[in-house]
């Protein structure tokens, strides 16, 4: 293990080395993948030959560290996150008992616990993770289903189920909706207002009419923020219409959530204690490795009437309270608890407001740099870290797409009421005021030399 841990130490240090030089990682054109690198499995090569092509693949793989990488909702890297995510990789530790998780159960439990507070929620409510903000959103949905009629579990969907979201908000509502025995089809759309946020009087409107068709809505899925303008739905409004039908309440702050660490933007999520459920990814906004998904019910009795299950060959010692997988929708889970715990307990809850603060203070600062430039429009509003743009009038995912291949940014487009933009997220609040300035030097100089 020792020779593995020193070759990793190498590799690791090239790797931040390249991402100095180097932030975008040099694009291979995918039919030339398989000559360019080592990637042929068969006849063993050696440990040397394995790490040689190693070290290779590792720096020609996309850099989403460097302070050029502006394409997802996640970037950059946390130290202390790193440190908790490699150990536990090294502890190897699988999440459903206390007997095979110990002190990690604890740690797991404690995060929760403290998330819970931060919405607003007592010891009633209970929580697990999950490997992505989509399965998170899934293990909403199905509590959802389920508490509105238990039999579900046991004979199958028969009712027509309705759910409802936002048009602006993630494409895992209709796919959950599909695996969850619903049907895409029994997923309504409700129209945004034109600052992207879901339109409350539409829901109400749909509500009632479905209801009066003989249709059982079970489920609202509010944005916490919308994937594209990181617009974030009312749910104080929203959660007077789901008390109103008695339809369970998920909020989907995969992206946005982390804002419940910063005094200064916690307003946004305002109403989240209503909510029957709650995810967020501390994967994005709070920069730890990928993934670390996290569900929270606020009553935790619904996590166990869902997915609960018995094994004798599993769990063989302490309560149900300490044997996490009794409310996980895997068996093996893997420990995505740790580096969000080093992180947390090394910077504090206030450290992790400032994280959030970083970024949309680089987002004010885009925006503000933006507005004082007649070459851009923006299309994004303010208290979002997505800033959308179009620079002149160049077509934005040709320059995007460019960007990309020419190994100057990483940067995606998005669509919002017929118009394409660019959109930049300053999620990485490694970056300083000067890596967006740069950002903003490199695609005028790239689009001006480059782009009909
Ligand atoms: C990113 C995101 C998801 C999906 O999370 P993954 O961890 O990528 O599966 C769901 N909802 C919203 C609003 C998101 O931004």
């Known amino acids: 293990m020792k020779k593995s841990l020193d070759t990793f130490r190498q590799i690791a240090d090239s790797l931040l080395s390249a991402e100095q030089t180097q932030p975008v990682a040099p694009y291979i054109p995918v039919k030339e993948l398989y000559?360019?690198?080592?990637?042929?499995?068969?006849?063993?090569?050696?440990?040397?030959?394995?790490t040689d092509a190693l070290q290779e693949i590792v720096l020609a793989t996309p850099k989403t560290g460097s302070n050029a990488f502006f394409n997802q909702l996640f970037g950059g890297r946390n130290d202390?996150?790193?440190?908790?995510?490699?150990?536990?990789?090294l502890l190897n530790n699988s999440m459903y008992t206390y007997k095979a998780g110990g002190p990690m159960i604890g740690i797991e439990k404690e995060i929760i616990r403290n998330i819970a507070s931060l919405i607003g929620w007592d010891e009633m409510a209970e929580g697990t993770l999950a490997p992505g903000g989509s399965m998170t959103n899934l293990m909403g949905m199905l509590m959802a289903r389920d508490q509105h009629n238990k039999d579900i579990r046991y004979k199958g969907v028969q009712e027509q189920l309705m759910v409802y979201t936002s048009e602006a908000s993630h494409y895992s509502t209709p796919k959950n909706a599909a695996f969850a025995g619903i049907g895409r089809d029994q997923v309504s759309m409700i129209r945004t207002n034109s600052k992207g946020e879901m339109d409350v009087d539409h829901l109400q409107k749909v509500i009632v009419e479905d209801i009066e068709k003989g249709l059982q809505p079970v489920l609202v899925n509010a944005?916490?923020?919308?994937?594209?303008?990181?617009?974030y739905d009312p749910l104080d409004s929203i959660a007077d219409i789901c008390e109103q039908y008695n339809i369970w309440l998920h909020v989907d702050a995969a992206y946005g959530g982390s804002v419940m660490f910063s005094d200064k933007y916690k307003h946004l999520i305002q109403g989240a204690h209503r909510a029957n459920s709650f995810s967020i990814n501390a994967h994005k906004m709070l920069g730890t490795p990928l993934s670390c998904s996290i569900i929270l019910a606020r009553n935790g009795q619904h996590l166990h009437d869902t997915f609960s299950n018995d094994a004798s060959y599993l769990y063989q010692t302490h309560d149900d309270d300490m044997n996490p997988g009794k409310i996980s929708m895997?068996?093996?889970?893997?420990?995505?608890?740790?580096?969000?715990?080093?992180?947390?307990?090394?910077?504090?809850?206030k450290g992790l407001g400032k994280i959030v603060d970083q970024q949309f203070a680089l987002a004010d600062h885009a925006r503000d740099y933006i507005r004082?430039?007649?070459?851009?429009?923006?299309y994004s509003f303010d208290d979002t870290i997505g800033i959308c743009f179009n620079y002149?009038?160049?077509?934005?995912?040709?320059?995007?797409?460019?960007?990309?291949?020419?190994?100057q940014l990483m940067v995606g487009y998005g669509s919002f009421n017929g118009d394409t933009f660019i959109r930049l997220v300053t999620v990485n609040y490694n970056n300083e005021m000067a890596d967006i300035d740069k950002f903003f030097q490199k695609l005028e100089t790239f689009a001006d030399t480059h782009m009909k």
């Open 223 to 231: 944005t916490s923020a919308t994937t594209v303008l990181g617009a």
């Open 330 to 349: 895997q068996c093996g889970r893997r420990n995505d608890a740790l580096k969000f715990w080093t992180l947390w307990k090394s910077v504090g809850t």
């Open 392 to 407: 002149k009038n160049y077509d934005p995912i040709e320059l995007c797409n460019q960007l990309y291949l020419q190994e």
């Open 35 to 50: 000559e360019k690198l080592d990637l042929q499995l068969g006849e063993a090569v050696g440990y040397d030959a394995m």
């Open 372 to 378: 004082a430039n007649d070459d851009y429009q923006l």
């Open 80 to 89: 202390k996150a790193v440190l908790g995510e490699l150990l536990s990789v």
